[in-house]
C-alpha cells in the first residue's frame, strides 16, 4: 500500500542533519548541564549555544529565550503567568485559537476571576480588528491579548504588527501563539510589538517534547516550575539537551532554506488546489483558504462535498489508502467533537459535509497529491 503523509500541520518528518546532531549528544555529550565539570560544561554551552543562535534568527536577547516541552508549555507560561504576576485581570482572545489558549484561558476565569472578551472572527477566519480596538478602549483593567499568528486548522495569518501596534496603543500585554509561524515564516521579535511568544520544535521538521517561549526582557514573570534555576530561574529540572540541539539545528537548516523549501511547498498546495478543482466537482476551501494572501501556505482545509452515510467513515477510507490528514486539527482528532475552528467559520450546510485538513513540506511530491485527489475521487464515487 502506498503511504502519504500530509499531516504536517500536526507533526513534521525529522531531517537527517537533526536526527545525527541528536545522536551524536546523546553518545558523546550526556552530562547534567547543572553539573560544574566538563560532561556538564559541555553539555551546558551546547543549551547556551543552541538559545543564542534562535535569539538571533529572531532579533531578541538570549536571555529572552526560555527553553520548555513545546507550544502547550510555552503557551501556558505566559498566561498563567500574566496572571500571576504581572495584575493581568482582563484576557482578549478569539474562539478560534488552539486549545492550549483556550483551556487555559476557561481555568483562569474560573478559578482566578480573570474576565475574557472573545473577538469577533470573520467568515474567512480573520480577526474583526475595529472590534479589538473596541475592546481595548472599554477595558478598564490591566489586559493581555492572545491571538496565534497563523492558525492551525484554517492556516489563516494574523496581522501581527496591528495587534502589537494596538496593544501598545492602548497599554495592554500581547501573547502571540507562534507554533505554526516560527522555522515558516521570517520573523523578526525586535520589530514587533510582542511581549510573549510561543513556539514548538516538532513544527519545522525538528524533535517533539521541545519548544521555546520568548519572554520579554524585564517581563517580570517569576517561575512556573520550581525545583532548579535552569531557564534563568522561570523553568526549573534538568534540559533535554540533544532535544534542544535538535530543535536548534532544525531551525538553522529551515532558516537557510526557507525561501526555497516554501515556494516549492507552495507549489504543491497550488497543485493540489487545481487538481481538486479539476477532479471533484462542489469541493470548496473553508476561509478562504486557497488564498496565498490570505492563508498559510503549508495548509488546506477541504470541505469534501460527500453523501451522508460517507461521511463519518471518510477519514478511515483515507487511512487504509495510506493517506494520512486530519479531521480538523490532531489534538482533537480522536474527539467526536466537531471543530471549534469551523464552527466560526462555516454556515450549517457546509458543516454538514466533512472538512479535512491536509498539511504539506519539502517531503512531500506532486505525485503524491495526484494519488491522494484519486483517492478521494473514489471514496466520494463508491467505485
Do not use: W
Amino acid at each position: 500500500m502506498r503511504k502519504v503523509y500530509l499531516d504536517n500541520a500536526a507533526t513534521t518528518e525529522l531531517r537527517q542533519e537533526v536526527i545525527d546532531k541528536m545522536v551524536a549528544v546523546l553518545k558523546e555529550d550526556y552530562g547534567n548541564p547543572s553539573s560544574t565539570h566538563g560532561y556538564g560544561r559541555s553539555a551546558k554551552n551546547y543549551i547556551e549555544q543552541a538559545r543564542k543562535n534562535i535569539a538571533k534568527s529572531l532579533g531578541v536577547k538570549a536571555s529572552e529565550i526560555i527553553f520548555t516541552s513545546g507550544g502547550t508549555e510555552a503557551d501556558n507560561l505566559a498566561l498563567n503567568s500574566a496572571v500571576r504576576d504581572l495584575g493581568v485581570k482582563h484576557i482578549i482572545t478569539s474562539k478560534i485559537e488552539h486549545h492550549a489558549v483556550l483551556h487555559t484561558v476557561q481555568e483562569l476565569a474560573m478559578y482566578c476571576g480573570v474576565t475574557v472578551s472573545y473577538v469577533k472572527i470573520n467568515r474567512d477566519g480573520s480577526v474583526d480588528y475595529d472590534h479589538l480596538e473596541s475592546l481595548l478602549k472599554n477595558s478598564t483593567d490591566k489586559t493581555l491579548i492572545s491571538l496565534m499568528y497563523v492558525n492551525n486548522e484554517i492556516g489563516t495569518i494574523l496581522d501581527v504588527e496591528k495587534v502589537g501596534d494596538l496593544s501598545r496603543e492602548y497599554n495592554a500585554l500581547f501573547h502571540c501563539d507562534m507554533v505554526q509561524a516560527i522555522g515558516h515564516y521570517e520573523v523578526n521579535l525586535s520589530k514587533l510589538n510582542v511581549d510573549f511568544t510561543a513556539a514548538s520544535a516538532h513544527k519545522f521538521h525538528g524533535p517533539k517534547g521541545v519548544g521555546f517561549s520568548y519572554v520579554r526582557k524585564n517581563s517580570g514573570l517569576k517561575p512556573l516550575i520550581f525545583g532548579g534555576s535552569q531557564e534563568r530561574g522561570i523553568r526549573g529540572g534538568t534540559e533535554c539537551v540533544h532535544n534542544i540541539v535538535g530543535m536548534d539545528e532544525a531551525l538553522r537548516i529551515t532558516n537557510e532554506k526557507l525561501a526555497e523549501e516554501k515556494a516549492y511547498v507552495l507549489e504543491l498546495k497550488q497543485h493540489f488546489i487545481d487538481t481538486l478543482k479539476n477532479n471533484i466537482e462542489g469541493i470548496k476551501f473553508n476561509a478562504k483558504c486557497d488564498d496565498p494572501s490570505h492563508s498559510t501556505y503549508n495548509l488546506l482545509n477541504v470541505n469534501i462535498p460527500i453523501s451522508e452515510d460517507k461521511r463519518e467513515i471518510l477519514l478511515f477510507h483515507l487511512d487504509i489508502n495510506g493517506v494520512a490528514c486530519s479531521k480538523g486539527s490532531a489534538c482533537q482528532s480522536g474527539s467526536s467533537k466537531g471543530s471549534h475552528v469551523l464552527v466560526e467559520v462555516l454556515d450549517e450546510a457546509d458543516l454538514c459535509n466533512p472538512s479535512v485538513r491536509f498539511s504539506f513540506s519539502i517531503f512531500n511530491t506532486k505525485e503524491e497529491i495526484e494519488y491522494v485527489v484519486s483517492v478521494l475521487q473514489k471514496i466520494i464515487s463508491g467505485a
